[in-house]
């Protein structure tokens, strides 16, 4: 969710954006509204937006005035505003979009699928770094909603999907539910000694307990006691490189 501030000194203006956000842009969540620059300021302190719906022209400090009163800007800004005199002082301060009054829906739309966008590269951009810092140590970051948690990479024993998300078992007994699909965590751990054996399946063959090959492909047990299948179609890969690695 997108939590946003609307500053604006027309009253009007600033429900009449609130009222379209909430019927066109379902990921936003307005959580604080000002009507004048200094109110606002209050507002962003107070409430941590991570978007902010801006006027330029206000009363006794404009909204290009506001952003230049802020030293660590940690939100993304959208202009609204009746004048369109101020677009390249606006993105020289790096607002994600500029709309003129009265705003079209379709745009807001587009401004707002901007910003969902940015977000996302950039929680990934951070998970990656998170796991190369980690890797280094021999771990591998795990992703909730509450932040992330590093583990050995050897004590993972195996990881299955579970929709959009997948559970991640380790040695200790422990099964995590992270925010990250299977496809993201192999791609994680490839330098490792993990097999995708089957859609739902990725296992760590140093915690292999037996292999019993069937007609359609083959069963797999683990050190957890679980009995992972493998795919028909990676059978003989699979068969392959268990005899090289122990061979």
């Known amino acids: 969710m997108i939590k946003a501030v609307i500053i604006d000194d027309e009253k009007s203006a600033v429900i009449s954006i609130e009222i379209a956000l909430k019927e066109y842009c379902p990921t936003v969540e307005v959580i604080g509204k000002a009507c004048s620059a200094k109110e606002g300021i ?5 409430k941590k937006p991570d978007l902010v719906f801006l006027d330029i022209e206000m009363p006794h400090m404009t909204g290009i005035e506001l952003l230049e009163q802020i030293e660590q800007r940690k939100f ?16 020289k301060l790096n607002a994600v979009d500029y ?22 590269n950039q929680t990934a951009a951070a998970y990656k770094l998170d796991n190369l810092k980690a890797s280094l140590s021999g771990k591998v970051g795990l992703p909730f909603s509450s932040g992330t948690e590093f583990v050995k990479i050897s004590d993972i024993i195996r ?21 990250r699909s299977l496809k993201e965590m192999q791609t994680s751990l490839e330098e490792e000694s993990f097999y995708r054996t089957h859609k739902s399946h990725l296992i760590n063959l140093e915690h292999i307990k037996k292999y019993s090959p069937l007609k359609d492909g083959g069963l797999v047990e683990m050190a957890d006691g679980a009995n992972i299948e493998i795919a028909r179609t990676s059978k003989a890969e699979f068969a392959s490189l268990l005899k090289d690695l122990y061979k």
């Open 159 to 179: 990881i299955e999907a579970d929709g959009s998300y997948c559970k991640v078992i380790t040695s200790d007994g422990k099964t995590r539910l992270i925010s």
């Open 42 to 46: 209050l507002e962003i302190e107070t």
């Open 76 to 91: 993304d800004v959208i202009f609204v505003t009746a004048y369109n005199e101020f677009a390249v002082k606006a993105f």
């Open 99 to 120: 709309l003129l009054k009265p705003v079209s829906i379709p745009e807001l739309i587009r401004a707002v699928n901007k910003v969902s966008e940015s977000r996302k």
